[in-house]
């Protein structure tokens, strides 16, 4: 019998390969098998975890929540806004915070997701991040009393992050602070 601790250890390291596979060579090359080649098990371990490719890349985008998730509580923990955690640019090079680098490796493996093909109609990719998309929408939401702010402040943390994911050159920082200042209405 497979013990539950077993279990989501082969499915991280799944998730690990999908991940490393989409960031090294993108979704074309991204199969069953090529997955369980690199995770490091047999195709049937991959199918008894993921039923799909489609339940994979899910999988992939829903574990993306769940690190978001995890650096929100630490961000929050630390006296920061959900509307600070939501605005703040993403520094891949920092190497002494483990959850950001985790969660924007997630972030590029699962913005590759989107350059191929589904198995289903039904997709389960679209989904799993629409529904990390509104986790994230409901904290701002919760915090925040204006709607339109609410979705002004999401909109400028989206544009900040994929500006980050790009590898365009950030914001020049004293200004950026006036942008996060206004928006908060400091």
């Given at each position: 019998m497979t013990n539950t601790r077993d279990a989501s250890g082969t499915r991280d390291r799944i998730l690990d390969a999908l991940e490393t596979l989409l960031l090294d060579k993108g979704m074309s090359q991204v199969t069953l098998e090529s997955v369980?080649?690199?995770?490091?098990?047999?195709?049937?371990?991959?199918?008894?975890?993921?039923?799909?490719?489609?339940?994979?890349?899910?999988?992939?985008?829903?574990?993306?929540?769940?690190?978001?998730?995890?650096?929100?509580?630490?961000?929050?923990?630390?006296?920061?806004?959900?509307?600070?955690?939501?605005?703040?640019?993403?520094?891949?090079?920092?190497?002494?915070?483990?959850?950001?680098?985790?969660?924007?490796?997630?972030?590029?493996?699962?913005?590759?997701?989107?350059?191929?093909?589904?198995?289903?109609?039904?997709?389960?990719?679209?989904?799993?991040?629409?529904e990390v998309m509104a986790t994230w929408k409901a904290g701002l939401d919760k915090e925040i009393r204006d709607p339109v702010q609410a979705e002004?402040?999401?909109?400028?943390?989206?544009?900040?992050?994929l500006r980050a994911l790009l590898g365009m050159p950030p914001v020049e920082p004293e200004l950026y602070r006036k942008v996060v200042d206004r928006l908060l209405g400091d």
């Open positions: 369980a080649k690199a995770a490091g098990v047999s195709k049937g371990g991959l199918l008894y975890h993921f039923k799909s490719k489609d339940a994979l890349l899910a999988g992939l985008v829903r574990r993306l929540g769940e690190r978001a998730e995890q650096q929100l509580k630490s961000a929050v923990d630390q006296g920061k806004s959900v509307t600070e955690w939501y605005l703040q640019a993403p520094h891949p090079d920092n190497e002494t915070d483990a959850l950001e680098i985790a969660l924007y490796r997630s972030m590029l493996a699962a913005m590759r997701t989107v350059d191929g093909p589904h198995d289903t109609d039904e997709d389960e990719v679209d989904r799993a991040l629409t002004i402040v999401q909109l400028v943390g989206d544009g900040v992050y």
